[in-house]
């Protein structure tokens, strides 16, 4: 339903109806005899690579390879939320907002429709009238990309882009959206793009600036540079967590969590044990974190409850209790 949702509010719009994808786009399938093998090696020349399949087989395709292409590459693995981004970016490009809404997937914490969203944002000049319509008032996945494309839109400037999240009626629709802000934010390439409100000598920057639900979402965010700044010191940033406003210590550990699960998908008993290693009372926040990105990858809360069986018997109680919190949300 959200996405017929979405693209009637699209239409509605854009004042036309949206063009049958099938006729437009080359069949999916066309790409198979080329991915024997891994197609590329670095970030950079996978992100060309599913660029260039989207125009040459269509986004359905370009996914599909992205899917196959995580079980045999660790970078895609590792990488897949932002290399699906550049697939929603290319449909928007290739194909135009309203075509390339007609495909929609949920892999990688549905990263190609926040891609298709954020360029569609980009391109605006009536922000506020945009950003109104394009997506139904408790979709938090499309005002999620919302946030994203307002960052591109105000140049990475954090207060003015939570300034227009603050447009939003709904106090849900706000968060939703400023969750986009602050995970562009961290995600900023420092020697290629304004980050203003990065500092790597104070990782958890600007979340000190912040106030309520603002501030959850930046401390949550805030490990994912931490861990930029020094990769895989999992147990240094749940330490480093606790030097955190004592208010927002349980979203840094929920957002350190959800960081080992983001780059160690495969080592789940590792990073399980390091949650173990916060203080006790901050355990289940880190468990809960490393289940909520599992199940936001995957958009399968099933998938979390396997997660769950995984787990040692002290912490399957946390585990499922972010299964039951996400299920609401999910088809299966």
């Not at 449909?91 to 549905?110: P, R, T």
């Not at 939703?176 to 961290?186: D, I, R, T």
């Not at 926040?285 to 002290?314: H, M, P, W």
Request: proline share 4%; with cysteine.
């Amino acid at each position: 339903m959200r996405f017929f949702s979405l693209l009637l509010l699209v239409n509605l719009l854009l004042g036309s109806a949206a063009p049958a994808m099938v006729e437009a786009q080359p069949q999916p399938g066309a790409y198979r005899e080329r991915i024997a093998e891994p197609v590329a090696r670095t970030f950079d020349e996978y992100k060309e690579y599913f660029h260039n399949l989207v125009g040459e087989a269509g986004p359905e395709a370009a996914v599909e390879a992205l899917a196959e292409e995580m079980d045999r590459s660790e970078v895609v693995f590792e990488y897949c939320h932002a290399l699906a981004h550049e697939v929603g970016h290319a449909a928007y490009e290739e194909y135009g907002f309203q075509e390339a809404l007609l495909f929609e997937e949920d892999l990688c914490g549905s990263a190609y429709l926040h891609g298709v969203v954020e360029y569609y944002l980009a391109d605006q000049t009536d922000m506020l009238a945009a950003m109104r319509t394009v997506c139904e008032s408790g979709d938090g996945v499309c005002l999620h990309g919302v946030g994203h494309g307002l960052m591109i839109y105000t140049n990475n400037d954090v207060p003015a882009a939570l300034a227009y999240c603050d447009e939003f009626t709904d106090h849900a629709d706000q968060v939703h959206c400023s969750e986009g802000v602050f995970m562009e934010n961290v995600g900023l390439d420092l020697d290629l793009h304004a980050h203003p409100y990065l500092k790597p000598e104070d990782p958890f920057y600007p979340c000190n600036e912040q106030e309520g639900a603002y501030a959850s979402t930046c401390y949550f965010y805030a490990p994912r540079f931490y861990n930029r700044l020094h990769e895989g010191a999992y147990e240094e940033a749940i330490e480093w967590c606790t030097t955190a406003d004592f208010a927002y210590i349980t979203d840094c550990m929920r957002g350190v969590g959800s960081t080992m699960m983001k780059y160690s998908m495969n080592e789940v008993s590792r990073i399980e044990g390091v949650c173990m290693t916060a203080p006790n009372e901050y355990v289940p926040y880190c468990i809960r974190g490393l289940t909520s990105y599992y199940i936001v990858n995957y958009a399968s809360a099933s998938k979390g409850q396997d997660l769950c069986e995984a787990f040692q018997e002290s912490n399957k109680e946390a585990c499922m209790a972010e299964v039951e919190a996400k299920s609401p949300f999910y088809r299966d």
